[in-house]
Each structure stands twice: as C-alpha cells, then as structure tokens.
C-alpha cells in the first residue's frame, strides 16, 4: 500500500476540517505523503500557512496508516528544502545592486543598514540559515539574504536540510504519538509563534523611534 494511493480519511475523526487543516488534508487525500511535501514547501513561500499545522497533521495522518512515518518525514523536508530553495534564487537574482536600490527608497532605512546586515550576513550566515529553520517567519525569510549574498548553494543546501529535518521531525512525530489530539500541537506552538511576531514588532517599532528621533534620522547616507 502506496502513500501516494491510500486517502486519508480525516473526515472520520473530525467532524468538519476545514481551514488550513481542511486544505492540507485535501492535498494529503489527493497525493499521499508528496501531498504533505507541497503543502509544507507552499509554507515556506506562503509563512502565513502554518507548518504547526500542516507538519503534526501529516504525523497524525501517519499514525493512521495513511501514509508511512518515513514518507511522511521525507517528503515533508523535501517540501521545506523546495520552498526554501526558491527563495533563495528570488534572493540571487534580485541581487545586492537591487536591495540597495529599494533601499534608498524606503523612508528611515538606509544603505547603511544594508551594509551592516550584510556584515552580520558574512559572520553568522551559516548560523542563521540552520537555527533560522525553527523560528516562525524566519524560516521562510533567511533564504531572501542567503540568495543575496550568494552563499554557496551546497552550503544552503545543507544547513536549510538538517534545520528543516530537525523541525519537521519534531512536529511530524508529535503529530504521530497525540494521534487524534494533533491539534495539541498546534495550540502549543501557536504561543511561540505569536511570541515571536510580538519580539519582532517591538524591534521594528524600536528601530522606527529610534531612527526618528535621531538626530538627522530618516536621512539616508550614499553608497
């Protein structure tokens, strides 16, 4: 029996899915565990579709006997290194030429922001690319930066396979062992998810103020 032959039948065990989960078990119904793989590369294109979502679906899927567990972690990291690798060629081909460009064009930012990034890019890139795989919203945005400043796509490769592959397997397994409680999951890691937009919207709003109330703030300094 085929992953990509048996349906998954969720409809069973849950009176209406719908949503996310409704879409993600139509894929999964459709194609098998190559089904959960494009849901999760989408993710990664898309990251207002959740992986804690589709990833513990997929294990609760599994534990069905729906699809295997190995098909299920296979396909679920071939989807994230997909998506991931199309961003970064979305990275590469807009270029450092272009980024500066659209910098100087947007208000309060300034080349030399770029210049730092890139700096801080150089010395903790390879960090950033593997720990990044397990932080909503950065795990879909690293691969822009990464394309940009070209890290090598064997490199990328690499990192984006081993974080994909730990966070997947993290959330695929627990999504196996709660079996119909799957949505557990996705209540826990709904916390960590708004956590991290919190920290992400005070650093923005720092960044704003700060460089508003700077003296000369908002004046953007030439290449």
């Known amino acids: 029996m085929t992953s990509s032959s048996v349906p998954v039948h969720l409809a069973e065990s849950s009176e209406d899915p719908g949503g996310i989960a409704g879409w993600a078990t139509d894929l999964m119904e459709a194609l098998g565990a190559p089904?959960?793989?494009?849901?999760?590369?989408?993710?990664?294109?898309?990251?207002?579709?959740?992986?804690?979502?589709?990833?513990?679906?997929?294990?609760?899927?599994?534990?069905?006997?729906?699809?295997?567990?190995?098909?299920a972690l296979l396909w679920t990291t071939i989807g994230s290194v997909v998506g991931a690798m199309a961003l970064y060629w979305v990275g590469a081909l807009l270029g450092r030429e272009r980024l500066i460009a659209i910098a100087a064009k947007l208000p309060l930012v300034k080349v030399a922001d770029i210049e730092k990034t890139e700096a801080w890019f150089s010395k903790h890139g390879a960090k950033a690319v593997f720990f990044g795989r397990m932080i909503p919203i950065f795990r879909s945005l690293i691969s822009i930066p990464a394309g940009v400043e070209r890290m090598p796509v064997g490199t990328f490769l690499l990192l984006t396979t081993l974080g994909s592959a730990i966070w997947n397997t993290l959330f695929v397994l627990a999504g196996y062992r709660l079996g119909e409680d799957w949505e557990r999951v996705t209540d826990l890691v709904s916390v960590y998810s708004k956590v991290v937009l919190v920290v992400v919207v005070?650093?923005?709003?720092?960044?704003?103020?700060?460089?508003?109330?700077?003296?000369?703030?908002?004046?953007?300094?030439?290449?």
């Open 202 to 223: 005070l650093a923005v709003l720092a960044f704003v103020v700060f460089r508003v109330t700077r003296a000369g703030g908002g004046k953007r300094r030439a290449s």
């Open 35 to 71: 089904g959960a793989g494009a849901a999760i590369a989408l993710e990664n294109l898309f990251p207002p579709l959740p992986s804690e979502v589709i990833l513990p679906l997929a294990g609760f899927t599994a534990s069905r006997g729906d699809m295997s567990l190995w098909a």
